[in-house]
């Protein structure tokens, strides 16, 4: 009877550290599992940090070149407010009818103010030309 009850005890035994054993796997493997998730969130996060650097690389390229963008065409403004200061009509001088007809001198002084004008005009082209060299070797 002795035996019996020791064999009982140990197989009783036996199968409580089986089902602790058991237990213990399910734990082990909920945490590996778990792990995997952790590893797997990690890798996502990760990726998606490296997706937002290359994001934040292409804006920051974007805006280097939208301030070059505009670096120029406030040149090109400034130019061409330059150009129209030339041709303003403050620049040309009073207002001269070339139909004057009778009076020989307004046509004199109004060949003269043209003859200006041509000058200023070609200068004009001359600076323009030099300055879209310029630009476009930039």
Known sequence: ????????????????TSGE????????????????AWQGAYATQADRNMQ???EIEQLRSLVDAQ???IAHVTKENQRLNLLMGHLMPRDVGPYCNMNAGSNEGDGEIGETEKSEVVERLETIVELSDGSSNTS???
């Not at 009877?1 to 009982?8: A, E, F, G, L, V």
């Open 67 to 69: 301030q070059m963008r």
């Open 1 to 16: 009877m002795i035996q019996s009850d020791t064999r009982h005890n140990f197989s009783s035994t036996n199968m409580e």
């Open 52 to 54: 937002l650097c290359t």
């Open 21 to 36: 054993f058991n237990q213990l796997c399910n734990q082990l493997f909920e945490c590996q599992c778990a792990c995997w």
């Open 136 to 138: 476009q070797s930039e």
